[in-house]
């Protein structure tokens, strides 16, 4: 048997943008301990089958490394606020995207992913909720990922 150890909430999403806090990296904030943080989805499957009428296949793969990104925060009201940074960069119509790593310890070890070419593809103006802080779902497109070795 083999036993994995990650100790909870101990990650960092990291946004480099050059429209936002002049390109200085930012550490985003705003995650509740409970629940998921961060999602990633591919934008393409990686292989299709064709299935043909005489009972044979056709397999086509490729290596598009596109997808979305999202993350689950509440408002902080400090520099890492995502919230914040998404609406101003969505309003600041971006031709530029940016970059977010995100880095987890896993059984002692850092382990990370780079996205890039990072831009704001949704976030909600305004969430209100009663008598607790109201989730945003940030949703990031990025044009590849890769795993640091």
């Known amino acids: ?8 909430g101990q990650f960092t999403a990291t ?4 429209l936002w ?3 200085t990296p930012t550490t985003i904030d705003g995650f509740r301990m409970e629940g998921q943080m961060v999602q990633t989805q591919q934008a393409m499957d990686s292989s299709k089958v064709i ?5 044979n296949t ?8 596109a997808g979305t990104l999202t993350f689950n925060v509440v408002k902080t009201a400090t520099a890492g606020d995502m919230v914040k940074i998404a609406n101003f960069l969505r309003r600041a119509g971006d031709s530029v995207g940016g970059i977010i790593r995100i880095t987890q ?3 002692g070890t850092t382990e990370a992913v780079t996205f890039e070419a990072c831009t704001v593809k949704s976030c909600p103006p305004l969430n209100i909720q ?10 990031w497109n990025y044009g590849n990922s890769s795993e640091d070795d």
């Open 1 to 8: 048997m083999k036993h994995s150890v990650i100790a909870a």
């Open 15 to 18: 946004l480099i943008h050059p």
């Open 21 to 23: 806090n002049d390109g």
């Open 51 to 55: 299935c043909l009428a005489n009972g």
């Open 58 to 65: 056709i397999s086509i793969t490729n290596n598009n490394g």
């Open 105 to 107: 310890e896993v059984n």
């Open 130 to 139: 009663g008598n607790d802080a109201a989730d945003y779902q940030v949703v």
